[in-house]
């Protein structure tokens, strides 16, 4: 695998049911509830998705997982995951393939910069073999306690909002509209501190995010709609992910 020495991961499709059922209880682990390794994270967009798992190439634990889901163009957006907290009438018209990842998580306790690295990459030849031209999805903070992450918020509204043409409108019932909210100027390092590593990825690439978050008290998290236009995509970046994934 070109650019990660001595691989200590591979990313693979879910195979089979059982594959699947692995997935969820890792999201359960990292979601709902790391003391009981039972439970399962199931709803019913796991069956019309395609699943990522990476594992450890030494023993083949599962250290990470993501789910996606591939669509035509803006007009198949009610049938996403995000649909059911945004409201993206905005997006409809939007004529290139899109694909929603969702409910990616890595094992709670495992800090490995090379996993993250992995799971974009998988996202890259998946957008590559597809001809993909939009990436979205929802990137949860942990916990609803929004004054936690104020300057994080702050920073999105300054400098990742969605252009006014795609922006996501609000339709869930519990939201914080940090861009109207905030008044503070972002302390940097404390929002990069606090930003999810995932979210700092879409950033970094050239997404952006709705001008609100939705207060998720089931699964415990803060999430903003993200999009990313593969055309966005800084080209040394990008390329440096298509070398991962062809090694």
Not at 90 to 104: A, I, N, T
Not at 150 to 171: E, I, Q, S
Request: proline fraction near 6%; include cysteine.
């Amino acid at each position: 695998m070109v650019g990660l020495r001595k691989p200590k991961y591979r990313a693979r499709l879910a195979r089979n049911a059982e594959d699947i059922k692995a997935a969820q209880r890792l999201r359960y682990l990292a979601f709902v509830d790391a003391a009981d390794p039972d439970g399962r994270d199931c709803d019913a967009f796991d069956p019309i998705c395609r699943h990522i798992l990476i594992e450890e190439v030494r023993g083949g634990r599962l250290v990470c997982c993501f789910r996606l889901l591939p669509l035509d163009c803006g007009q198949d957006l009610p049938k996403s995951y995000s649909a059911q907290y945004y409201e993206l009438s905005r997006l409809h018209d939007y004529p290139g393939r899109m694909v929603e990842m969702g409910r990616f998580c890595i094992l709670p306790g495992l800090r490995d910069a090379d996993i993250l690295r992995l799971a974009w990459s998988e996202m890259a030849r998946f957008v590559d073999e597809n001809g993909v031209d939009m990436l979205f999805g929802c990137a949860s903070f942990h916990g609803v306690d929004a004054d936690a992450y104020a300057d994080a918020f702050a920073m999105l509204r300054d400098r990742h909002l969605a252009p006014k043409r795609w922006l996501p409108r609000v339709k869930a019932p519990d939201v914080f509209r940090f861009a109207r909210r905030l008044r503070r100027a972002p302390d940097a390092k404390r929002a990069m501190l606090t930003m999810p590593p995932l979210l700092r990825s879409y950033l970094a690439m050239g997404g952006w995010v709705s001008d609100h978050a939705v207060v998720d008290r089931d699964l415990g998290t803060l999430h903003v709609f993200t999009g990313l236009e593969i055309a966005d995509i800084p080209p040394g970046r990008a390329a440096r992910l298509r070398a991962i994934a062809g090694g």
